[in-house]
């Protein structure tokens, strides 16, 4: 459904079935935190097992670690998160609203001025919340999360949680080449989470204070890193679209060179057509040696690359292809929302009539609505449903207990025998779950199931001994 879903009815439907559950609901939640729930849990983890199997599992040349969350500070002061990572704010002197300075100037029109030392309000903009004109100058506002390691809680003490784990891999990059057998050009991946103290969490879980990310610092000789970033493009564009985000939802935001830090010659934000707008998912930037760089001068240690082909030394430059696990799992979701007016009772095998439900209109006669989550096979949290067709007969049940334990082995199964059959597909549907199986009387008799389909809604019969072939391809 993509870009005309109702954000609410999302949210309300992630809510219910166990996707997404404001954190610390219980005590009132906070702004910026998102808990998973079993449904949530699952969609993630194919998120980043679909990552990890492209990026890392099937390329020779990319290895994957998982560095620390907590790491020494003067990470921070190479990176230049802590003199640099800060975003511009502005506070309403009357009803002490906090706004991001940028995005509260685009919003009434303007634009924030760029000075020498920092940033200037424009004439004309006032507090959205109160109107008054009582504003102060943007501030920076340091968004690392601070903390403290060990009992004393002084200065040197202090700590971050990461914002980024790209850090991880700067860090890191010696260790993993002295003991990997890697040459350049080679990759090193890492999934995992990071915390970012947003001025203004917004769009669900589009803009949150942690998340996750998916980041991959690939090495190059320096002077390839424009093929190079064309390949990392094409290559996650490409990925995008097999979990299920189709070309047409997807885009590119090509960075013009004077909006470049100094050090990049190139970046692409991967886009997707949220209901909110079209919004990032990923970026990919050519960073030069800058990262590597700045760690060899901070830390004194070489991060110089002897080269044995042409016995050349250099730092290697990088092309940072670096996405976020929860925006994409965001998209996936907003994507596979759907609602149909489907056509009640028909015959098994046959295809029945669907229309697009039209907004806050009831189906015409003969119809019914349902909610169904078109995901990607690959992406669905669950795989297949098993239901005993009634639950009185201890053989049935016996017998789809046996083939839903089966089926557990290799899939993620769901189990239900509450209620008509037609309802179970429902429910099943709401979730996003590719294929039911329904034992019945005939299954006792001459060994096969019924096997539906979530998106036709047609019924064939297959054999029991042919079901995991026969799931096998349908699921790839
Ligand atoms: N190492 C580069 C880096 O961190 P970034 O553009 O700041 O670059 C990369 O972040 C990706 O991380 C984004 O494209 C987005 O998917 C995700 N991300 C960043 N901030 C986020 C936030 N506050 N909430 C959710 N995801 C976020």
Known sequence: MGKNLDMEKLASLCKRRGFIFQSSEIYGGINGFWDYGPL???????????WWTNVVQRRENVVGIDASIIMHPRVWEASGHLGGFADPMVDCRACKKRYKADGFCEEQGLKLIRTDGGFQLPAGVKCQACGSEELTEPRAFNLMFKTFVGPVQDDSAVAYLRPETAQGIFADYANVLATSRQKVPFGIAQVGKAFRNEINPKNYTFRSREFEQMELEFFVKPGTDKEWHDYWVAERMAWYESIGLPAASLGQDVYAKEDLAHYASACVDITYRFPFGVQELEGIAARGCFDLSRHQEFSGKSMEYFDQETNEKYIPHVVEPSAGVDRVALALLCEAYAEEWVQKGGEPGAASQTLPAEPGKMPPDGFEARAVMRFHPSMAPVKVAVF????????????????FTALQQRWNCAWDMTGAIGRRYRRQDEIGTPLAVTVDFDTLENGTVTLRDRDTMLQERVPVAELAVTLDTKLA
């Open 40 to 50: 949530g849990a699952e969609l993630k983890r194919n998120v980043r097992n679909a």
């Open 388 to 403: 005993p067709l009634v639950k009185n007969k201890p053989e049935l049940v016996a017998r789809a207990r046996e083939i």
